[in-house]
């Protein structure tokens, strides 16, 4: 097995690393500056636009993409990159085009997308000119299973209507959200993996309100256009913003998630490693009970446990995105529940550790690491929860031994 990354990879690598120390840890304070003194809570970080001029003109930009409408990297090309963009999460992710949930959006679009969707959605995302999200959580049922969602989508000649409520949508505030994919029921009579559809409906659709926003562990996350409860009142949408055909929504959301997922993961390993990098640095310059707390027993033991961590995780992420390059998503099924169950656990328990190093800081807004541990913490509910992917995991490992 070969452990190196390719020249290509080596070469993004190198030029994505000089953009990071360059262009978005300096924007850091700028940004939360920014959003400090805004005058409407969900505008735009003028910088982020900034960052992204900067980075499309360097080429560094729709990594997350294979084939002719992304940079055409494979998932193991692509790993290294996301996990240099998870140590920035706020400002890196979106100055590439390589954000959630835009970069799902994208990939539903590019696999089942007709060239009308493509022209009218898809281009523009892809550009970065506008920003989308998904609607498919929903507050009245346990969303962690998908078959539950109750949103109707009833066809009325040549048009869909869609009514129901929706809850933590991410993206779905940000001003230049202009498109919604919504998951509901054509048919609450099929077989229970062929009752959900999908539509794309814009967000200046009659009906469509956005109620309220969510927080996130108090984090109004509004660099990321927020997390949105919205309401759907009989929206009418043209019959051919139906994606693909109806009863097709529960496999869509299937093929769309599985590369969030592992997305997820790969920036999470880079938010390990930012972590471990500022509990290294803070308790090396601190002095408690005589001594650097570096010296101290527990902080290295910590230390070193993070970081076998962080290797343990980026082995198993890197086969994962091996896999799903050479056998498909599908072959790669047990390997993606794997990394989704143990990094958003792992990386939040060695950033819990680096906010302890940290002392009161930790819990400040002077460090990054309580923003950093927000995200860990949500990604173990978002894309489906621990405990599904363990259920899953579990019931396919039995499988063989019950034949």
Request: proline share 5%; charged share 25%; with cysteine.
């Amino acid at each position: 097995m070969d452990f190196g990354y390719d020249a290509t990879t080596e070469e993004l690598r190198k030029r994505l690393n000089e953009f990071m120390d360059s262009h978005i840890y300096p924007a850091e304070p700028v940004y939360h500056e920014q959003l400090a003194n805004r005058t409407d809570p969900w505008s735009n970080s003028p910088i982020i636009e900034e960052l992204k001029a900067e980075a499309r003109g360097r080429e560094l930009w729709n990594f997350f993409l294979p084939g002719e409408h992304g940079a055409g990297l494979t998932n193991l090309q692509y790993a290294p990159l996301a996990e240099i963009t998870g140590r920035s999460p706020e400002l890196a992710p979106a100055a590439l085009n390589c954000a959630a949930p835009d970069t799902g959006n994208m990939e539903v679009l590019a696999m089942f997308g007709t060239e009308a969707q493509q022209r009218r959605w898809l281009r523009p995302l892809l550009d970065g000119e506008i920003r989308s999200a998904f609607a498919m959580t929903e507050p009245d049922v346990a969303s962690s299973d998908a078959t539950n969602i109750e949103t109707r989508i009833e066809r009325d000649g040549d048009e869909y209507v869609i009514n129901g409520r929706k809850w933590f949508i991410t993206g779905a505030l940000n001003p230049n959200c202009q498109v919604f994919i919504v998951m509901g029921k054509t048919d609450p009579d099929a077989d229970v993996r062929q009752q959900q559809s999908m539509v794309l409906v814009p967000r200046d659709t009659p009906g469509v309100t956005v109620t309220r926003g969510m927080r996130l562990f108090g984090f109004d996350d509004s660099g990321h256009g927020g997390h949105a409860e919205i309401e759907f009142t009989d929206a009418r949408v043209p019959a051919e913003n139906l994606i693909t055909e109806e009863g097709a929504g529960f496999a869509i959301a299937q093929a769309r998630l599985g590369p969030g997922r592992i997305h997820h993961c790969m920036r999470l390993i880079g938010m390990a490693e930012r972590a471990i990098e500022l509990m290294c640095l803070r308790t090396s310059s601190r002095v408690a009970f005589g001594k650097p707390i570096a010296q101290q027993g527990v902080v290295q033991d910590w230390i070193a446990d993070a970081r076998v961590c962080v290797e343990q995780l980026r082995l198993l992420v890197l086969k994962t995105a091996w896999l799903m390059d050479t056998v498909g998503n599908r072959g790669a099924h047990t390997e993606i529940q794997a990394i989704k169950i143990a990094t958003p656990k792992t990386v939040e328990e060695i950033i819990d550790k680096a906010i302890q190093a940290h002392g009161a800081g930790g819990f400040s807004q002077d460090f990054p690491l309580a923003g950093l541990w927000a995200q860990a913490r949500m990604l173990r509910m978002a894309d489906g929860p621990d405990e599904v992917h363990k259920r899953s995991l579990a019931k396919r490992e039995l499988k063989q031994y019950q034949r």
